[in-house]
Every structure is written in structure tokens, then in C-alpha cells.
């Protein structure tokens, strides 16, 4: 994982004969994916006319060189529209004022981590409060809504996420550990005695609640698998009993919850392309929600998404 800040002026190895090829003069962020797309490459030239090195091409980015393959895969940037349309954008996130999903301006971002090991994901930011702030904290990708122009825009609840070290950014933990304790916080409203589970629209968005609210209200019996046992929608899963551990308890209202919410997203449409963190389409926008769909996006951690942007 590395700061932009290291990246920037690299030399430019081409390792096929050894060569420096140029520096990295600077990066440019599709603001959609949450990643790095390009490096422009130091030429001396107005950016317009510029080369660039798609990230896909980039062998490694080391503590002094950047290498690639050969030359070859240096580009000028007029003959790639997508770069050109990214350019225009002028997302640079650096600088940017941090702003919660409410409207609340909480401070600005100071660098960019990426995993240069991953297609150059974002992974997380520097958060700067205010100029007294002793300790720069990070900001977790996964709390961040929107990569603006002049706006990155986070979770309301950013603030009780942030973490202390670049360390804490693993790509894959965080988004696991997030997932977790999304599913969990909603297994843990549904097996709630005696209440309807509220759904918090702060956590998962306004669009969320209406479609976890559907998938709570299907049907009243779930079956579980071909051969597996059948779960009624008013067992008590919540309080436990001698013959049956609380743990077990918890399982059957995760696996009723499951069940219910993959009766819900069945034979509806995905309302926005959804890609797991190497960029990869789990579901385009448009297409019918399946089995391998919810499956896909269960194993890469893009349920929650999932169940926030569909339509009947």
C-alpha cells in the first residue's frame, strides 16, 4: 500500500532493456471505481498531449521505480477517450472539503493510499480535521460515498471509523469486516422478540430501507436448500434453549434473514452496475437479479449494495 506522494516523480523503469522511460508526473482517478486508471508520464509537454500508462500495464510500483513491460505500452492520450474523459473530470480527491452524507463539513483530505498490488484501488484517506490536529487519521474506503471535484462525500458515521495507521486499510479485511457487521447488524434487528426491525437509513441509505423492509415481509416459510430444514417466520430464534447453544440461535435468524432477503432480490433489476474491489462486473445495471448474482455478490462482499440499488 502507498501515498500518492510516494508515487509521484518515480522514474520509470522499462524493464526489457533496462531503461528509464520517463517520471510519474501525475495520476489519474476514475472517480466511479475508486481507483487510479492512469499514470501521465513526465514528457515536458502541456498534459493534452501527454502519454500515459494505464495502471493495467504497470508491472510494480517500488520504494524507487515504477517498472513496465517495454515502451510500448506508453500511450499519447488523444487516442484514448476514457483517459481524456477522466482528465476532464479533474477528480483529484487531495484537498478536497470532506462532507457527510447529512451536510456536514468535517475537514478535507490530505493523501491517497492505493494498493498498487490491485489495480491501484483507493483504499483509504488522510483525514485532517483541523489545522490543531496532531494525529492525521484515515478514512476507510468503504466509508466514503462520492470521489467529487471538490467534495468527498462519507458516511454519516465516518467519524467512529476512522483508523489510526495505514496498516488498518487492508483492502480485503475492512470491506469483510464492514460486510460483517452490516448482515450482522441486521441479523441482530430481525431476531429482535416481539418487534419490527427498524432499519437504519443513516447506515445503509434511504433506497436501502425500502427494499430490506421487502425482504423482511416475503414469505412466511423458507426452505433451505433442497434438503435442508424449514425454517418458519415466527420460530424463536432470539432466546436460545438447554438443547440448543444461543450461537445456534443466531445462525437460524442469519440463515432466515438470508433466505428472505435472496426471495426479495430474485427476478428484480439491478439499478447501477455493481464490480467487486478489482473492478470486476458482479451485475451490470438493467440485468434480472439471479441465484449467481446474489451468490457472487454474498462472496465478494457487495450484498448490502446489492439490496440498495434494485427495482422491480
Known sequence: ??????ILGLPIISISDGMEVGKVKSIIINAEKGAIDYIAVDSGIQIFSARVIATEDILGIGEYALTIENEDVITDISKIPSAIQLLQK?????????????GSLIG??????VDENNGCRITGLEFIADITQKQIRLIPRDSVITFGKNLTVVTEDVESRLLDTPSQLDSDSVSFESEKKNITDLFSQLS????????????????????????????????VGETGPEIAADAD????????????????????????QRQYLK????????????????????????????????????????????RA
Open 237 to 260: 430464534v432470539s432466546s436460545g434453549s438447554a438443547d440448543q447453544p444461543a450461537e445456534d440461535d443466531m445462525d437460524n435468524a442469519s440463515i432466515l434473514f438470508e433466505q428472505r
Open 1 to 6: 500500500m502507498k501515498k500518492t506522494q510516494k
Open 267 to 310: 427476478g428484480r433489476y439491478a439499478t447501477k452496475t455493481i464490480t467487486d474491489n478489482d473492478g470486476n462486473v458482479i451485475i451490470y445495471e438493467g440485468m434480472q437479479i439471479d441465484d449467481a448474482v446474489i451468490d457472487e455478490a454474498k462472496k465478494k462482499g457487495r450484498l448490502v449494495e446489492l439490496v440498495m440499488n434494485n
Open 90 to 102: 479533474d477528480i483529484r480527491v487531495k484537498g478536497t472539503k470532506v462532507l457527510t452524507k447529512k
Open 192 to 223: 429482535a422478540q416481539d418487534a419490527e426491525p427498524e432499519i437504519n437509513a443513516d447506515l445503509y441509505g434511504d433506497s436501502a430501507v425500502d427494499g430490506l423492509a421487502g425482504a423482511l415481509d416475503e414469505t412466511a416459510a423458507i426452505t
Open 108 to 113: 478535507e483530505i490530505g493523501d491517497i493510499y
